[in-house]
């Protein structure tokens, strides 16, 4: 049984890493968040030390360092995003593995001085890239890389999640600390991209504000039209006011169905870094670079046949 600790408690996405420590048979030892609203804990393990501030839960965590019996296997990440790497850091520092959500860091840069910390301490980082789990993605991958013609597929991704007037309230809505809604609802799908089409060769966008943002991304074997949105209003007719998310991605125009079989990514996740099967630094050095790129990029105006659809309804 592996000994955890969580930091971000009360995000969104902590119940799944708490379900996956609990669900691969180990122990969730201490977490801690600035806010307390973290009642779910008592269903995963309600013996579990709770933190409000990060210098007790970082004390504490020192104190079970000095015993093998007692010390920190893993910390899993969970907070916002630009508080990932000092996290991160102050894990590997305390003798622990580290499992965190995307995006790992912004840049290249903070990669490299992540694998520093790495290389210090002695300790490895992993980073949740579930979409690699995922069954039609594998099944899409493996067809990809089957393909003997060296013709490039057509992909067009559309992922549209409807956010309220809390979004540009909280910290998700503040570029310098979500790092913007490409980043921050799109990462994943970079990952994804790159690990089914290959290296990425050209990255341009078409557009950008808070709330969406639009581009073009050419792979080893795909031409890409992108488009995300927090807005309802983007919402295809037939979708509004019955979902608040529409998500798509059509491979050389058939619908790539994935949207079943999410429900336990996280845990396959677990089970697999557990194994020594996990994603690392380098993993996550691709998707990195291509966010990077995107918010240092222009906006430059749509080319024939590289415009996503839904560009349309923004010029």
């Known amino acids: 049984m592996k000994r955890f600790a969580l930091v971000g408690a009360a995000g969104y996405i902590a119940p799944r890493h708490m379900r996956a420590i609990k669900d691969t048979g180990n122990l969730l030892v201490s977490a801690y968040d600035i806010n307390d609203s973290v009642g779910v804990i008592d269903s995963i393990s309600p013996e579990s030390e709770f933190f409000t501030e990060f210098e007790r839960f970082y004390d504490h965590a020192w ?64 980073n949740i890239l579930q979409l690699r789990h995922h ?121 790539m169905e994935f949207s079943e079989g999410f429900t336990d990514l996280h845990t396959t996740s677990y089970r697999e870094i557990l194994a020594g099967r996990g994603y690392g630094i380098e993993d996550a050095r691709h998707c990195v670079e291509t966010v990077d790129t995107i918010r240092s990029s222009k906006v430059i105006t749509a080319q024939n046949e590289e415009d996503h659809p839904f560009l349309s309804r923004l010029i």
């Open 135 to 255: 069954q039609a993605i594998l099944d899409l991958k493996s067809k990809v890389a089957n393909e003997t013609s060296a013709h490039k597929y057509d992909v067009e991704l559309t992922y549209i999640t409807s956010r309220g007037k809390w979004y540009m309230e909280s910290w998700k809505g503040d570029p310098r600390k979500s790092f913007g809604v490409a980043t921050n609802i799109g990462v994943h799908f970079y990952d994804m991209l790159h690990f089914i089409f290959g290296k990425l060769q050209r990255n341009v966008v078409h557009f950008a504000s808070d709330y969406k943002a639009a581009g073009y991304l050419e792979y080893e074997k795909a031409r890409v039209r992108w488009f995300l949105s927090i807005d309802a209003n983007d919402l295809p007719d037939a979708v509004k006011g019955k979902k608040p998310t529409y998500r798509s991605i059509t491979v050389n125009g058939d619908e």
């Open 63 to 126: 104190r079970l360092k000095r015993s093998p019996l007692t010390a920190l296997d893993y910390v899993a990440i969970c907070s916002p995003n630009y508080l990932h790497q000092a996290h991160m850091s102050a894990a590997l520092r305390l003798g622990s593995d580290v499992i965190c959500e995307k995006p790992l860091v912004p840049s290249a840069s903070d990669l490299d001085e992540l694998a520093r910390v790495e290389a210090e301490t002695g300790r490895r980082v992993f």
